[in-house]
């Protein structure tokens, strides 16, 4: 069965919507990429109208940017340390936008989408 962004089969409710037209192609979703901690790995994925997403599936390094002397470096993460966005994630070390990661500076919280920009940036945690 194929992935979907369509509309829901079922109101709230739990009563039937009424079919009015059949699948379309710009509705199907892709498999999520779960981003880890690890040796660098990408992979370039091909959109709708001919653009491109780069996939990052795992990396070592992330560009972290001092908010005091806005300054970018790119720097090693030393461990992963927490993700708020569910317990699913957080249980498996997966990184998105929002997680927070140990480099060699510190704690920083991840800014990018590491699974569409294909890069990992962060912000300086300040203490």
Do not use: C, W
């Amino acid at each position: 069965m194929a992935r979907s962004h369509a509309r829901s089969k079922r109101k709230y409710t739990g009563k039937k919507y009424r079919h009015f037209r059949k699948k379309r192609k710009r509705e199907l979703s892709r498999p999520t990429v779960d981003t880890v901690v690890g040796e660098d790995k990408k992979k370039k994925q091909r959109t709708l109208g001919g653009n491109a997403k780069i996939k990052l599936f795992s990396t070592n390094f992330i560009n972290v940017t001092d908010p005091n002397t806005n300054k970018t470096s790119k720097v090693r993460i030393l461990g992963f340390e927490s993700n708020a966005a569910s317990k699913d994630l957080n249980r498996r070390h997966i990184l998105t936008k929002g997680a927070i990661v140990e480099t060699e500076l510190g704690n920083a919280k991840i800014t990018s989408r590491p699974g569409q920009h294909g890069t990992l940036d962060g912000i300086l945690i300040l203490s």
